[in-house]
């Protein structure tokens, strides 16, 4: 068993690509659920247009690689707009289920044949990143440093990448500490008593569906030129409930949490698998409970559990502070 | 002399209909993956149809048991072959959309062979329809209903739960697959299999036993799980007052959890009953059915006539209605709601699962059909009204006509699109769906 | 009735719909069915301005559906309305509290994890913060919070809740949350204030409290209407009542009229208000309040 080994790809992990698209999307997600209350399932939709908006761009229509940013942007503000004009008046499930089936309908036009020619079918779109990669300082191919093992492409968008975490992280604790973030907390708890107070609670919830739709678009971004490539098979519904179990973990509706959560999220997953690939190696586990291929299942499998029991049992997560969730009517 | 005459007879008796020796023509072979055997497997009844390189057509076969279709061909030359999608078997598919049709490079005096390849399961393509033709429009429409019907056994359970309790059950097409999967241990290989010491023992605690008694096993241990769902965890989860929506999210982590148990337990291919795989479909009028869909339809159809009857006629059916309507109202009447919460907790899923065997002998038995019907279940139930168990039925057939309709005018790969904008649409200006109530709303 | 305001509806009949000499809000024509059910059917209601209103009805009037038409939380099925001279008909809530009709709730919506003080200050009209683009740069609403805060702490002082600005809301009791709501509404500077069952749930050492809060709002010209039950409440600070039945206005005029009234006694079966009670109904009354009061400390605190 080399612990030092699965030690290091733990850490690596935890501050890697993953990580670091998570805490993006999750900062979205948080605010939508955390701070406005809002039931977004599909998440995973924005984080995708981000990034096919950005490979669409570039490699289809052979556009200017900083326009396919911020077109990468538009498209998820736009599905934002779509998403909310029907449901926003709709009770909160409602919204649940119309995400999810909104992202998943995304998600098979993209992956469609019929579209193949804008979307790249089945095997997506490349060809994209390299525009952003001549910028690329570490042209080592890999940097082993500590406890940490990264490639150099990977380093790049991970320098890239981690400060515009903090700095959105930033402009979000700005934002939900002014008036502004103020109704919007208020929506949360009891749209009717906003509404009361004269507040178009219906506008705010808009707002903040489409301020956390652009920030998972923006992770997206970050996604695909990490991975050089959009495919529609990252994007699916399961997506969206890894990252609500990253936000559940770091708290509800803190401003840390994301990015505490994610790297959690991550951390915990690499170290679990890390040690049954190590126990199954060692023989240590008998071969009718477990073999070598379904290591990967039973990352599922803990990231259902754990997200039940989190509900369960701590729905604060690590941040929050229980008196806060026991003052959560819902 | 006599053996050699006798010998070219049985040599030509074969031959009768087939080609003469030294014409040239083009033949189409559709052949299938039999996970179950690990084999390619001929495939029988599909249609196809033979083009010349201008793009007339020559003519069109239907593939024979070896699943052959062929033609003679006047002269050499790259000639095009072509299956009809609506044609194959359900359960198998083209890979690929493209390969529809596909070209053959006739020689002289030699047959040449195109070779389409089907897998279970849907495909990444599938072509459009060719043609609205009534005759397809019927297909299609029994095929949808056939959907509707077992989506609907499972989608009453969601939203007769949502209407007692107020839950969204994101794990309730797990049920589903549960109720396939138990079906298939009972019935491809039995309790002995896993119990070494049962073989011999009667019935099914013996080795694999008949469909029926599977699916009989599958509806008992349905309602089981459903019980054990709600004694051990949501009744708790009330009692102690957590809120909707932790609920829901604690649906989702369960069905995460239970769907890769599944993958865990099942493995990834999807598999079928015993001897029950690729039947061949008899005509009844215009339309194709197989004689195992009719079966199963009209289990679907005693089913749910019984759900009705249960529904309308016994004390706990209406017990169950008023809850679903009006919860406090029901309660203040005297009627013990968490009784009937658990009562619909154990039917709905009971349903479930034998929507899921029918299911699984319709099409396939894969450890991830939960997945793929959960937002279909959801819109059948958004259709008809959450909280009404018939409003569940009618939107669930509506959306199974919906999905098989809409391959007229979208590539099948693009059918459940129709379903879920359907969806969509309906919370747009009805969302309270058909039969629902308005209250629930907004 | 004080004396002073009793001037203005002096010479008003007694009637359903009849008109008042300076209305604030007035309602013609306005309807509303669920399902078959006409709940509400008022042919024309107005409201006089400066003075408190009581709405009553026995349960199922249409009092609430009224009301809740009346402040923008459901659209009638016909109808006018005029606030302050303008159309307001099918206008929705957040807009008629911009105008300047603020309501509370039958069960008090006190947004539970904010703390009291940062419900006070939501409460606020025109905060140039509250817009999104503005939020991002404090330096344009830095100024314009501190003068809401000042204003937020010193209704926390006349309400007595200073004490408590910055626990979380969820942490006050039910009464404390009642006077929380009130004073919420009171940073919106509303001209008219929709009370709905401002005593429900209040223990009875609580009412008075209330009751005097609810008289200041008139002594500042805050017109008020409030849905009530209890007629020593109606009794005790309203100037002018007006009666629904059925969906209704049966009756308008007076507190101390409408008992006598043959309509509204018809309407409420079991009149046992009307008359004084004897020295025994007292204790029995006594008696009863007690045993709420000891069933509501433990169900609200």
Redesign the interface.
Known sequence: MNWGSILEQTISQAFGVNAMVFAMAVIGLNVHFGYTGL?N?GQIGFVALGGYGLGMSITIFGWNPWLGILMGLVYALIFALLLGV??L??????L???T???S??LR??V????LAEWTGG?TGITGFANAFYQFNPFTERVYDFGPFFFTGPNLFILSIGWPLVLLVTF?VW??MR??????V??I???E??????????YWYKM?SLM?GGVIGGLAGILLAIANSTVQPDYFV??QT?FM??AL?LGGVGRVWSPIVGSMLFWGLLTVTDGVLRGFEAEGWVPRWLMNAS?VG??R??L??????????YR?QGLFGSR??MM???? | MLLLAAAFALWLIPSVGMAQEGEQGVRARVLADDSATDEREPVEGVAVRFFDQGGAELGSEVTDAEGIAEIPLPSPGIYQVEIDPATIPEGLSLP???EVRREANVQAGRFATVIFQLVVGEG??GARGTDITLRRVLQLSVDGVKLGLFLGMAAIGLSLIFGTTGL?NFAHAELVTWGMLVAYFFNVLGLSSLFGFTAGWPWILNGPVDLISAALMAVLLGGLLGWAADAGVFAR?RRRG?????????T??????????Y??MFGGTGRFFRSYAGQQAIAIGPIAVTYKDMIAMTVALVALIGVGLTLQLTRAGRAMRAVSDDRDLAESSGIDVQRVIRWVWVAGAALAALGGVLLGQSDVIRWDVG?QIL?LL??GV?LGGLGTAYGALVGSILVGLGIQLSTLF??S??R??GA??L??VI??IR?QGIMGRKE??? | MPAETADALAGVPHVPGADKPDPILAVEGMSRSFGGLLAVDVEKVSIQRGLITALIGPNGAGKTTFFNLL?G?DAPDAGTATFDGQAVSGM????L??MGM????QLT??????SVI?NM???A?D??????L???V?FI?RYQ?EEIEDRAEALLERFQLSHMRDQ?A??LSGGQRKLLEMA??L??EPTLVMLDEPMAGVNPALTQSLLEHVKGLRTEGITVVFVEHDMDVVRDISDWVVVMSEGRVIFEGPPDVISQDPAVIDAYLGAHHDAPLTEEQEEQRIASAEAELAEKEGEVT
């Open positions: 039931l399932f029907p449901t008046r709709l009770r909160g499930d409602y649940a289920i119309v999810i089936a909104a998943e309908v098979i036009l992956r469609s044949t019929t089945n402009l700005q934002l002014s008036p502004w973030g103020r109704v907390k208020a949360r708890e009891d009717d008593a906003a509404r009361a107070l004269g507040k178009n609670a707002q301020l519904p399961v409930f609500w179990t559940i379904q299942q039973i599922f499998m990231v259902g559990l754990g997200l039940a029991l989190l509900m369960i729905p008196e806060e003052l959560d009517a819902r | 690929n959309a493209d990444d393509g969204v989860l957590t809120g909707l929506i932790a609920q829901m999210v604690i989702i982590g369960l069905s995460i959890l239970i769907r890769y148990i993958l865990y997945s937002l959801f819109a958004i979208l590539a790969e693009l459940s699109i879920l904008m969806m969509i919370l747009l969302p629930r709303v907004g | 402040t939380f929705s809530s957040h807009r509290a911009k603020v309501r509370t709730f919506k006190s947004l539970t994890r904010l940062e200050k939501l409460g009209r905060q140039k913060g509250e817009s999104f503005s939020a991002l404090p609403w919070e979380y969820g942490t919420r509404a940073m919106a």
